[in-house]
């Protein structure tokens, strides 16, 4: 299994709070991706990197931001959580030489609730 | 972005093959057609991924329509493990050295696998 961990796994947290989601990888591959899943949407892409400090916006990004300052490391950060924000969120990490054959390897995902 | 069409549900008997229908009428060149699954309370786990050829892995096999408009995942021999949603992803290549690998899940096929 690749060696991926999301931090929490769980978290309840009030309106308007700010959230920070950790995703930490040792594989030392180069892309990393956060996605949200919900009931009848399936997976949706918020924000990827594919470097350090090199970042972009995925399909539903407002309200979400991301930093990346080691390889290792992807964090998603909600900066005023909002109910609309509850969901689970899947970290998934590839390498750069596997471009071709895409295989994503993803976290256990991240249970959050705002109440 | 090329979109792919999947059942919503299947059932299969445990130790029978099982045939996953994909359509991707509008496939480009340069798509690559991937699946994933995703057991209950997990992430997404690679299965399978190809071109234009039919693949086999340890996992399943893929085969692929000559005018590439459609697909089939085939689990040879289901087991009760095997229950999962199943997603058809298109990637496409060109796009994918510009922009990470974005892949778009859309619902899936959720497989029961009955004893």
């Known amino acids: 299994d690749a060696g991926i961990t999301q931090s929490p796994r769980h978290k309840v947290t009030e309106t308007g709070t700010p959230v920070t989601l950790r995703c930490h990888q040792t594989?030392?591959?180069?892309?990393m991706y956060w996605y949200r899943q919900d009931p009848g949407h399936g997976l949706r892409l918020i924000h990827y990197?594919?470097?350090?400090?090199?970042?972009d916006k995925g399909e539903v990004s407002d309200g979400y931001s991301v930093s990346r300052s080691k390889t290792e490391d992807f964090l998603l950060t909600l900066e005023s959580a909002t109910s609309s924000q509850t969901s689970v969120y899947f970290c998934?990490?590839?390498?750069?030489?596997?471009?071709?054959?895409?295989?994503?390897?993803f976290g256990e995902g991240s249970r959050l609730t705002v109440l | 972005d090329a979109k792919t069409t999947q059942p919503n549900s299947m059932e299969s008997n445990e130790e029978e093959p099982v045939h996953l229908p994909c359509n991707h009428s509008?496939?480009?060149?340069?798509?690559?057609i991937h699946w994933y699954r995703q057991l209950p309370s997990q992430g997404p786990e690679y299965v399978i991924h190809?071109?234009?050829s039919n693949v086999n892995n340890r996992m399943a096999s893929l085969a692929i329509a000559e005018d590439r408009k459609s697909s089939t995942l085939i689990l040879h021999r289901a087991t009760l493990r095997d229950a999962a949603v199943y997603y058809c992803?298109?990637?496409?290549?060109?796009?994918?050295?510009?922009?990470?690998?974005?892949?778009?899940f859309g619902p899936g096929t959720r497989l029961s696998v009955l004893p």
């Open positions: 998934a990490i590839s390498e750069s030489y596997r471009e071709n054959t895409g295989e994503l390897f």
């Open positions: 594989e030392n591959h180069r892309y």
């Open positions: 990197s594919y470097g350090v400090k090199d970042t």
């Open positions: 509008t496939i480009s060149g340069t798509d690559y």
């Open positions: 190809g071109l234009t």
């Open positions: 992803i298109l990637r496409d290549v060109k796009r994918a050295n510009n922009y990470g690998q974005n892949f778009v």
